[in-house]
């Protein structure tokens, strides 16, 4: 059996002077608010109207880096102050997210949180469970947007299966 050494764990917060030239390349591009932004724009861009959906390679690439999915998981390995902060950063982003929830994008966020929460300790990912769980029949956006809410939901507590027994008992 392996077992993850956090004593060999490479430093997180590297400084700039320490880091490789091709990690100094790659800090620098996506510390350009410009580049981010324009990658972004490309990234949202539809291939075939209408028939586009997740896409796993691309979250593969994305992973770790800054996209929702792969920050759920890249996180898997950072310490509690990391990943508090990291949830103080996305739970208002995917509430905004999921308060503009389309016909086109509910199976989208369902398949990118089933996707993150694949594999993973409840524990860790209580900040997303939690968000899940605030509102999902609350009857504001119409039956809709409940029914999305509800599938968005059950992405991630298909994932934990026996391991969220509270969460669906309060659920119910």
């Known amino acids: 059996m392996m077992i ?5 764990k490479p430093q997180d917060d590297l400084p700039y002077e320490e880091m490789s030239e091709g990690e100094k390349i790659i800090f620098e591009y996506f510390s350009d608010p410009d580049f981010v932004e324009q990658l ?3 990234l949202s861009l539809e291939e075939r109207k209408g028939k586009d959906s997740f896409n796993p390679r691309r979250f593969c ?5 800054f996209r929702v999915t792969g920050l759920i ?7 509690f102050s990391k990943v508090d902060r990291l949830w103080q950063l996305l739970c208002p982003l995917i509430r905004t997210a ?3 929830i389309t016909v086109e994008t509910y199976t989208d966020w369902g398949t990118c ?5 694949e594999g993973r300790d409840p524990r860790k990912l209580h900040w997303l469970f939690e968000l899940l769980m605030e ?3 609350s009857g504001e956006g119409g039956s809709f947007r409940d029914a999305s809410l509800l599938y968005v939901l059950q992405g991630g507590l298909a ?8 969460l669906l008992h309060r659920l119910l």
Not at 159 to 166: A, F, L, M, N, P
């Open 61 to 65: 690439l994305f992973k770790g880096l």
């Open 98 to 100: 999921l308060n503009s």
């Open 159 to 166: 994932q934990q299966q026996w391991r969220v027994s509270e």
């Open 113 to 117: 949180i089933a996707t993150a929460c």
């Open 73 to 79: 998981r890249g996180s898997k390995h950072w310490s």
């Open 135 to 137: 509102s999902p029949l």
């Open 40 to 42: 972004m724009e490309f």
């Open 4 to 8: 993850y050494a956090a004593s060999e």
